[in-house]
């Protein structure tokens, strides 16, 4: 689960990609106009805040397994996302699954398109609480089921350093099993799928409980979704790590049109 690319990197290639495709296309005959697109989701530095927050929030002993026995975060680390993806250089697994954080770059352009303000939004399994505090940053109410209790304590505590930049009251998170709540309900649901050691159930769930007209949000998807239908692939390239797929069910409607 390493991130060998930099986000940013790679953001400035989609936009020279997207640059060239529009000359090709529009051809060069359109006056140039002033841009007015405002990025509309959280900023960068708020999302560096958050990882970073995140990471402080790990104990030692948690720090030690993840980052072959360190107990600190180095400095250099610690303000650079992509950075302390490095350092944690091993996913440990717990009760009912694997951890390990996603990086919340990689999510940002699905989540912009999918999570909007008001979005009842879920997080099967949300280890320190990261894809939470960004979902919310976007506008949703958002909740996560956590099993291990470790992870709980760590995604309230980075919460709570967090409280200028996130809602307190818009995010929610459940300890328990994820297989013992409905998933309906919720407009998205985000799942990491490397997290529970019962892949096959976290399936037949979504098939029986996502509403129709909801989406789901993989990250790392490992097998595909029956009885859902993929919408998209975000970036649409082939062999990025990871692609984020998002998948939907169709409403009763659409369903009979077919
Ligand atoms: C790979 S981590 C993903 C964390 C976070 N969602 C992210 O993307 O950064 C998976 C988390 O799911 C939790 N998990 C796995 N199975 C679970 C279950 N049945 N109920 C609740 N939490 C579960 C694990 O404890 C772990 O913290």
Redesign the pocket.
């Known amino acids: 689960m390493r991130h060998r690319d930099s986000w940013r990197h790679r953001r400035s290639l989609y936009q020279i990609g997207f640059l060239l495709a529009g000359t090709l296309v529009l051809g060069p005959a359109l006056p140039a106009r002033p841009s007015t697109h405002e990025p509309s989701g959280p900023s960068a530095a708020a999302l560096d805040r958050i990882q970073r927050e995140c990471l402080r929030a790990y104990p030692p002993d948690l720090l030690a397994e993840m980052a072959s026995g360190a107990r600190e975060i180095p400095s250099g680390v610690d303000a650079d996302p992509e950075a302390q993806m490095q350092f944690l250089d091993k996913?440990i697994p717990?009760?009912?699954?694997?951890?390990?954080?996603?990086l919340l770059e990689d999510l940002l352009p699905a989540f912009e398109r999918y999570v909007t303000e008001g979005a009842r939004f879920l997080?099967l399994?949300?280890?320190?609480g990261?894809?939470l505090f960004m979902a919310n940053l976007l506008g949703a109410e958002a909740v996560g089921?956590?099993?291990?209790k470790r992870?709980v304590k760590i995604s309230r505590r980075a919460q709570k350093a967090l409280k200028d930049l996130v809602d307190p009251g818009r995010v929610r998170v459940v300890r328990?099993?994820?297989?013992a709540s409905s998933w309906s309900g919720y407009d998205v649901i985000?799942y990491?799928d490397?997290?529970?050691?019962e892949q096959e159930r976290v399936r037949q769930k979504l098939k029986r409980e996502l509403d129709p007209g909801a989406r789901l949000i993989v990250?790392y998807e490992q097998a595909p979704f029956p009885g859902l239908e993929l919408e998209a692939r975000i970036p649409e390239v082939e062999a990025r790590d990871p692609v984020i797929t998002v998948y939907r069910r169709a409403t009763p409607a659409e369903a009979a049109e077919r």
């Open positions: 996913e717990l009760d009912k699954g694997l951890f390990y954080p996603i997080d399994g949300s280890g320190d990261r894809v089921i956590e099993y291990d992870m328990g099993d994820f297989f985000y990491f490397l997290s529970s050691f990250g």
